[in-house]
């Protein structure tokens, strides 16, 4: 069985088409309207092997809040959907990903109980069009959709382009970890028999 699942979701303030295919290898087709956000969503696509596609219209003439914010929500869904009952799933990842001089952890459970623990210090404001405080805002639209228990903690690091990098890396990496099929594992992992 497949595990992709496109979602389309249009409000007054944005409108999103995304597709994920779970089992991909890393190949992207972004297009939000906000570049920097563009390139992590890429970084995250191809570091964790999934085939990952966005439309998205958003007011960016206000700022990218709505849309970045929208875009994880979708993605969110998506994911969800793709997981499906999640049978032979590892459920648990973790990713240390270094980009220079930063080092960030990302822990995250497919639990089906959403939870964001965010824990980074942004010295930059903006990068591009893009408000780097969306980033915490995009990590917990994801989470609280997809029901994931997710942990993002930047170790150090002094340039918030490259921690906010080395993050969506580390994101993709700890995805592709848990959502990888284990053939000793039966039904889900989990001794309640569902997540």
Do not use: W
Not at 10 to 29: A, C, P, Q, V
Not at 41 to 51: I, P, Q, T, V, Y
Not at 66 to 91: F, M, P, W
Not at 156 to 164: E, V, W
Request: hydrophobic content about 40%; proline content about 1%.
């Amino acid at each position: 069985m497949d595990r992709k699942f496109e979602v389309s979701r249009k409000t007054g303030e944005t409108d999103i088409t995304l597709s994920i295919n779970i089992d991909g290898s890393g190949k992207s087709n972004i297009s939000t309207g906000v570049g920097f956000f563009d390139h992590m969503l890429n970084l995250f696509a191809k570091h964790g092997l999934f085939d990952l596609d966005v439309k998205a219209k958003g007011d960016l003439e206000i700022d990218a809040h709505h849309t970045v914010e929208d875009v994880g929500i979708v993605l969110g869904q998506a994911i969800k959907q793709a997981l499906g009952e999640k049978k032979s799933i590892r459920r648990y990842g973790s990713s240390f990903v270094p980009m220079d001089e930063a080092l960030v952890l990302v822990a995250l459970d497919l639990s089906g109980r959403p939870y964001l623990v965010f824990d980074a210090e942004l010295k930059c404001e903006k990068l591009g069009n893009m408000e780097t405080e969306l980033v915490e805002e995009f990590f917990r639209a994801v989470a609280f959709n997809a029901g994931i228990t997710l942990h993002v903690k930047a170790l150090y690091g002094s340039n918030t382009h490259h921690i906010i990098e080395a993050m969506f890396k580390a994101f993709g990496r700890a995805l592709d970890d848990a959502t990888r099929k284990d053939d000793r594992i039966e039904g889900v992992m989990s001794t309640k028999g569902m997540l």
